[in-house]
């Protein structure tokens, strides 16, 4: 303003011309005051920064003192320098020291704290080394070297800010303020704006400055002297790792022996439980609350939440043993009641036999000694509900309700042993009067099946096999009966204690009896069976069982007949053994040709096959009728390896049908899933192609054998068709599935207006896909078999068009 109001034309502040203020003694003026404020802002910077370096140093004492075990927290002493004091030193108390900066003492991440656990284990040795690089290798171990220095322990806690954060912030405050000197406009610019711009008054030091260098590396060097000071307060906080790691549940899981089943006994639990109480203690005596203070040099540790969220951890670990131990009284409690009352039903149990009745007095004999070993558990569940009171634990009015009840069950239990020993010695003498009356029925029944086994000698006439075929039915069915109750008496016999009555004479007419057995039901059989596989229809022969019949009669003749021959009494049921044997022999050659064309497989181009190797029209059709007899009128006989050369491939080329038929029934229930839409997009996605995925992999490899096979040849236009389709649904569902994975992704995009304008180009792009989607999805829904919708034509190309489409959309968001 004075110059302003000058009347000298000499300080002329509305001069226009930058000529004429270079010559004027404005100029010289304002040069002259801009040189002064350069040395005062020079001044002022230096002693500005200088005041905040020391400030910091201030903060920071000359050294720090830790206490010793859970009391190091709260003794922490700060020492300053004081020449007043005696010593020239000061201890400043935890309430009266300031700090600048409060940082959270935090537990460590246990992914990290692994990492690095790992990161410090030794190499595993490798056992695979050649010679030369063992030998090698010891060359160096022999060699001098230097000790590597340890590495340093690895800590479970950390502070929430890391301390070169700190430093940082220091240092950008400082920055600030030295920047606060660069940005000053001189005089000139302000006074004549017109002429002079832009111009900044220079503060005449630079951020390189030796002086200004200095002063940061004594901020950085009051940051680093306090670093060893938090690493020693993260080594004292560090006893408590164990309580970082600690997963609550997966401590009493250990302690309860988990799927292991070495479950802890209670009183390791109860110590377990003391000793995480303990342990809760100490803790909180370490780290004090949020209303003590921890100053470290200028820093001041919270240590409240991790207080908070570690004994949080024993409060859980400690009512998860204590769960555990209510718990386990309860199982015990239900156990041993459960085994009492088992014992009372078993005793309410009435016996209808002396099997049942020795069943019992077993019982009752190994009460005394199951009674002994409940004994303990009872008194284990009683001194385990003592132990869970003494910790205040409270237990339902239930469990200590059945606590009383199992311990006076022992008494009940032997009250009600004496009065069924009484009752099992009544039923005893009735069960041992009824057998005697038992067997002496028996004795007479087995003198009838004497006499009938005998009789049997006098059938020597074939004429009457069917009836004595039967006879020989009924009596096999006598003897089975006979067996059953000899073992019966014996067995009782001995539960009686009485001497086992000798029956022997039942095995010997067993013996008499075998040949007359074996003889008259293979007649039997064969006479059955020779008119309904001669002339019955050929269809209806099972060959496995006609098979069977033949040679397994022809050997039990074989064997009657060597038994019989030497009695000259049984010369004429010998001569009926030999008859029917004879029979059966002449049959047998039959059996391959029946095996043959008995076979599931044979179809009409293989009797067609075998019609012209034979030269003879042969089938289900053939004139004469389609019997065992009419084909080997035919002679069929003669081309028996024809045959079954005919019908082994016919039973190769079945399996393969069977196995194409059932790949295709395997398809005929698989659907899609569209029981409901996909979130609000209002259409649907696939589900259930997991199970498709998996027979698509199985079939096409079974297909593709298939194609391989010499047996292929009737069905291999099906197989080729079947190998087609199985592609293409591969193909379509794999096309399929991907460009549903694109469409999820893309479809909340691109549902946002903003995004549709944004991107013109890839929106008009994914609109056809979502058209295309939409309208498949509808008709998939209609039609959801996954072997037909996935083998429409045009669905691959389709889908194939669209993951093109989806592509260059993905690319245009990236």
Not at 276 to 293: G, I
Request: hydrophobic letters at 35%; proline letters at 4%.
């Amino acid at each position: 303003q004075s110059l302003q109001t000058a009347t000298v034309k000499w300080f002329n502040t509305n001069e226009t011309s930058l000529e004429a203020y270079r010559s004027s003694k404005l100029r010289t003026l304002l040069v002259c005051s801009r040189l002064m404020m350069s040395n005062a802002f020079l001044l002022l910077g230096e002693d500005n920064l200088t005041r905040f370096a020391e400030a910091m140093e201030a903060l920071v004492p000359k050294r720090l003192e830790l206490g010793e075990g859970t009391h190091a927290l709260r003794e922490i002493r700060n020492i300053i320098t004081d020449p007043k004091a005696d010593n020239g030193e000061k201890v400043l108390e935890p309430f009266f020291k300031q700090t600048l900066f409060r940082v959270e003492l935090m537990a460590s991440d246990l992914a990290v704290i692994e990492a690095q656990l790992a990161a410090q284990a030794p190499p595993p040795d490798d056992k695979d080394k050649k010679g030369k690089d063992k030998k090698k290798d010891k060359a160096k171990s022999d060699a001098p070297q230097e000790d590597a220095p340890p590495p340093e322990p690895v800590l479970h806690f950390e502070l929430g800010t890391k301390a070169i954060e700190f430093k940082n912030a220091l240092l950008s405050a400082f920055e600030r303020g030295l920047s606060a000197f660069q940005d000053v406009h001189s005089v000139e610019s302000v006074l004549l704006p017109h002429l002079i711009r832009d111009d900044h008054l220079d503060p005449n030091f630079k951020p390189k400055d030796p002086w200004v260098e200095a002063l940061r590396e004594r901020i950085g060097d009051a940051c680093a002297k306090q670093d060893p000071w938090l690493k020693e307060v993260l080594k004292v906080v560090d006893q408590f790792k164990d309580l970082v790691k600690m997963d609550p549940e997966e401590y009493v899981k250990q302690a309860s022996g988990g799927d292991r089943g070495d479950s802890k006994s209670p009183k390791d639990i109860r110590q377990m439980i003391l000793g995480l109480q303990q342990r809760q203690r100490d803790l909180m005596e370490c780290f004090p609350d949020e209303r003590e203070p921890i100053p470290v040099g200028f820093y001041r540790i919270e240590t409240g939440f991790v207080r908070t969220q570690l004994s949080e951890k024993l409060d859980i670990a400690v009512q998860l043993l204590l769960k555990h131990l209510g718990e386990q009284l309860d199982n015990d409690i239900k156990s041993a009641t459960g085994m009492f009352t088992d014992m009372f039903e078993k005793l309410k149990t009435e016996v209808s036999n002396i099997e049942e009745c020795s069943d019992m007095r077993e019982f009752l004999k190994s009460i005394p000694g199951e009674l002994a070993k409940l004994k303990g558990g009872v008194q284990d569940a009683m001194d385990l509900t003592e132990l869970v009171e003494e910790l205040r634990h409270v237990l339902p009015a239930e469990t200590l309700d059945a606590r009383w009840e199992m311990f006076g069950a022992s008494g009940n239990i032997k009250v009600k042993a004496t009065k069924c020993e009484e009752y099992l010695d009544t039923k005893q003498k009735e069960f041992l009067d009824k057998q005697i009356g038992d067997q002496k029925s028996f004795d007479e029944r087995l003198t009838k099946l004497e006499e009938v086994i005998d009789n049997f000698g006098q059938y020597q006439d074939i004429a009457q096999v069917r009836e004595v075929a039967e006879k020989v039915k009924q009596t096999n069915e006598e003897i089975k009966q006979c067996q059953d109750l000899v073992k019966e008496f014996n067995s009782r016999e001995v539960l009686f204690d009485r001497d086992q009555t000798d029956y022997s004479t039942l095995g010997a007419m067993i013996k008499n009896f075998e040949p007359y057995a074996n003889l008259w039901k293979t007649a039997g059989d064969w006479v059955d069976n020779k008119e309904k596989w001669l002339d019955g229809t050929f269809d209806e022969i099972d060959p496995r069982y006609c098979e069977n019949e033949v040679t397994g009669g022809i050997r039990l003749l074989f064997k009657t007949i060597r038994s019989l021959k030497e009695n000259e009494d049984m010369k004429a049921i010998v001569q009926i053994a030999e008859q029917i044997k004879a029979e059966l022999e002449e049959f047998k050659p039959n059996l391959p040709l029946i095996v043959g064309l008995r076979n599931e497989g044979m179809r009409d181009r293989h009797w067609s096959q075998i019609s012209e190797k034979c030269g003879v029209q042969v089938g289900p059709e053939m004139e004469g009728g389609f019997t065992l007899s009419r084909l080997l009128e035919v002679g069929l006989l003669s081309f028996v390896q024809e045959v079954s050369d005919v019908g082994d491939r016919a039973g190769k080329e079945f399996t393969l049908e069977k196995t194409l038929n059932k790949m295709k029934a395997d398809w005929e229930p698989l659907l899609f899933d569209f029981s409901e839409k996909y979130r609000k997009t209002n259409t649907y996605i696939l589900k259930g192609d997991g199970e498709a995925m998996a027979l698509l992999d199985e079939h096409i490899v079974t297909t593709q054998a298939m194609m391989f096979s010499t047996f292929k040849g009737p069905f291999e236009q099906d197989i080729d068709e079947w190998n087609a389709r199985l592609l293409r649904v591969s193909e379509t569902l794999e096309e399929w599935l991907k460009c549903q994975k694109a469409w999820m992704y893309l479809e909340p995009i691109f549902s946002s207006d903003d995004i549709m304008r944004q991107l013109p180009t890839e929106g008009k792009r994914f609109k056809h896909v979502d058209q295309t989607w939409r309208l498949e999805m509808g008709r998939t829904k209609d039609n959801p078999k996954i072997i037909d919708v996935c083998a429409t034509e045009g669905l691959l190309e389709r889908w194939r068009e669209c993951n093109i489409l989806l592509d260059m959309v993905q690319k245009g968001l990236e």
